[in-house]
């Protein structure tokens, strides 16, 4: 999103990309990078099933993001929004690992 933009204005792509940066971020500051990959690439056989199987992890959503990112069930809703999250979570742990 660029600066001073209007996030309503975005396309629902761009949209997508800054939940997906959010959430990869907010994963990152608690120390989750590597189980969350684990858990997203853990969860493929239950991507069928859609949003319903997002009710089964609304849990462990609220209990990490605390109710603050109710948008964050729609991007696992999402096959490409999981993708786009895992290709995102592997650059940050990448990132950290030339940072040590």
């Known amino acids: 999103m ?3 933009s209007d996030p309503s204005m975005d396309t629902p792509e761009e949209q997508r990309d800054d939940l997906v940066e959010q959430v990869a971020r907010e994963i990152q500051l608690r120390g989750l990078t590597s189980s969350a ?3 997203l690439e853990a969860s493929r056989p239950y991507r069928a099933l859609g949003a319903d199987a997002m009710l089964f992890f609304d849990p462990v959503l609220h209990g ?3 109710g603050e990112l109710p948008s964050a069930s729609e991007l696992l809703a ?3 929004g999981i993708e786009l999250l895992i290709v995102r979570l592997e650059e940050i742990d990448e990132e950290i690992a030339w940072d040590a």
Do not use: L, P, Q, R
Request: hydrophobic fraction near 40%; glycine fraction near 16%.
């Open 2 to 4: 660029s600066v001073g």
């Open 78 to 80: 999402d096959e490409t």
């Open 64 to 66: 990490i993001f605390g």
């Open 37 to 39: 990959v684990h858990f």
